[in-house]
């Protein structure tokens, strides 16, 4: 069999949901992903860690193609989604983006009523009765674990709540478009410990729907919430695995530096 | 970068490993002594210095769970960290089974006539060294040590082997001396136990380093 054939099989089987294959990301002339091959598993949490400037961001945004409109930038490779690679010329990128949500690293409400926050993107879908809007804000606000703090603010502005208010209603938001995949920048960077738990337990209930790629600093979070995680330095994957053995027995020499803090 | 705070906290441990080493080795090359010589203000000794080891594993251990809430530590430095915790426990029973020596040497009324027999100071010899290189393969993360020490159990064994023959046959010749045999039988059983739990912090050793125990792969 192909690796293309065992990439299908296996994305059919619900298994790898998405992969990169030998993707490299120019920023003029800073070579900022150096043929990354990632794969990411559907109804699991894949963390992203690494040193600060290493690519995290970077490749998390090709995923969805947040990196598109930043200017000089040259992407090769491919990202395949469901069997099809979204840097195809066929592909519509507003449709990428409700398969594929992003929530960033500060929450970023838009500043309008947190009815109207969730129902932004459904409406730029062309959605326009009350009663599907309505059902689609709950349906995302109880997702986000946020609609009984909620659920008799509709009307007030979103900027209103606290900052883990306003996180999980940016998750809420990505997941008002129905997507399949949920992208995360260090969501909790900015958040409390209680909220930042609260969202850690979220993605624990999102992963049985969703497959989710985080971004994190935090290497106690990453053990604790992932899956799988993958180490980037310098622009290359060095090593992608299953968490528990990532956290045990990395199998790369500068993975275990690392994780046991000893660069960065 | 290096974690000075971190390196300099767990080099701190090796030197109270270290230390609890040599106080175990002491305890047992001073009971096989005590008992050879019958020496026994130097058993009491020995039973006071074992409250000092059982602190020491107190110590220790308070050491390594501080060091886990406070770094916490994963992969190889969590599994160093863990090892340390484990093999403490197993010190901690050398430490005993030297001090049961010293109160077995103390109930004796007057020298057991066997004391001077060659096997058993070569027997406490040979479970003394094993207790020093387990502990030095577990400061110098020296897998080869680890398990050339565990394979040296068989010779402790043999020897336990050998004086219970000896004194099997001693026995058949004179049965007055049954009371001084049993009581070296069991003296040659606590070395015995000693050289087990040296078996023990080896093993946990290996884990340190490979990160199974006993050939199940645990961390
Ligand atoms: N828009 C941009 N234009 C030019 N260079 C960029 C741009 N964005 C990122 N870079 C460069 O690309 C490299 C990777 O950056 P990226 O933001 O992906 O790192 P990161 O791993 O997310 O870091 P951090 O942990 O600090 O968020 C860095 O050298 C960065 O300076
Ligand atoms: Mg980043």
């Known amino acids: ?264 | 970068m290096a974690r000075s705070h971190y390196e300099h906290e767990l080099e701190h441990l090796h030197v109270e490993i270290i230390k609890m080493g040599s106080l175990i080795e002491g305890a047992i090359e001073d009971s096989t002594r005590a008992f050879a010589s019958h020496d026994l203000a130097l058993c009491a000794r020995i039973i006071r210095r074992d409250q000092t080891i059982d602190e020491m594993e107190k110590a220790i251990e308070s050491r390594c769970l501080w060091l886990i809430a406070r770094e916490q530590p994963v992969a190889s430095d969590l599994r160093k960290i863990t090892t340390a915790l484990k093999m403490v426990t197993d010190m901690e029973r050398i430490g005993d089974n030297a001090a049961d020596i010293a109160e077995l040497t103390m109930r004796i009324a007057e020298k057991n006539v066997f004391s001077d027999s060659g096997h058993i100071l070569q027997m406490a010899g040979a479970a003394m060294l094993m207790v020093r290189d387990a502990v030095s393969s577990y400061v110098h993360t020296d897998l080869v040590l680890a398990r050339d020490t565990q394979r040296r159990d068989d010779e402790v064994d043999a020897y336990f082997n050998l004086i219970k023959r000896e004194l099997v046959h001693v026995f058949k010749a004179d049965e007055s001396h049954l009371d001084n045999a049993i009581d070296l039988l069991l003296i040659a059983k606590y070395l015995e136990r000693i050289a087990d739990h040296a078996v023990n912090i080896c093993e946990w050793v290996e884990f340190s380093v490979t990160g199974t125990h006993k050939s199940a792969q645990i961390f």
Not at chain 1, 123 to 145: K, M
Not at chain 1, 148 to 175: F, H, M, N, T, W
Not at chain 1, 235 to 245: A, K, N, Q, S
């Open chain 1, 1 to 264: 069999m192909t690796m293309e054939a065992i990439r299908t099989e296996a994305v059919r089987a619900g298994d790898v949901r998405l992969y990169t294959e030998d993707l490299h990301l120019h920023y003029g002339d800073v070579h900022a992903l150096k043929g990354i091959n990632m794969e990411i598993r559907g109804h699991h949490v894949t963390a992203l860690i690494g040193p600060s400037g290493c690519g995290k961001s970077t490749c998390l945004k090709t995923l969805n193609r947040m990196n598109d409109v930043v200017p000089r930038v040259r992407i090769t490779g491919s990202v395949v989604l469901d069997g099809e690679d979204v840097y195809g010329k066929a592909v519509d990128v507003t449709v990428l983006r409700r398969k594929v949500g992003m929530v960033f690293q500060a929450p970023n409400p838009f500043p309008m009523s947190v009815y109207d926050n969730i129902a932004y993107g459904p409406r730029v879908h062309g959605i326009r009765r009350r009663i599907v809007l309505d059902e689609i804000v709950e349906r995302s606000l109880v997702g986000a674990a946020l609609w009984d703090e909620v659920k008799d603010r509709l009307k007030k502005p979103a900027l209103s709540l606290s900052g883990g208010q306003q996180q999980r209603l940016c998750i809420a938001r990505a997941l008002a478009t129905g997507p399949e995949v949920l992208l995360m920048d260090e969501p909790t960077s900015a958040l409390d410990p209680i909220s930042t738990l609260k969202i850690e337990e979220l993605m624990a209930q999102l992963k049985r729907d969703y497959s989710i790629v985080i971004v994190t600093h935090n290497m106690q979070q990453a053990a604790r919430i992932s899956d799988y995680t993958a180490f980037f330095l310098l622009g290359e994957l060095v090593e992608c695995d299953r968490t528990d053995r990532m956290f045990a027995s990395p199998r790369d020499r500068r993975t275990e530096d690392y994780i046991t803090g000893r660069f960065g």
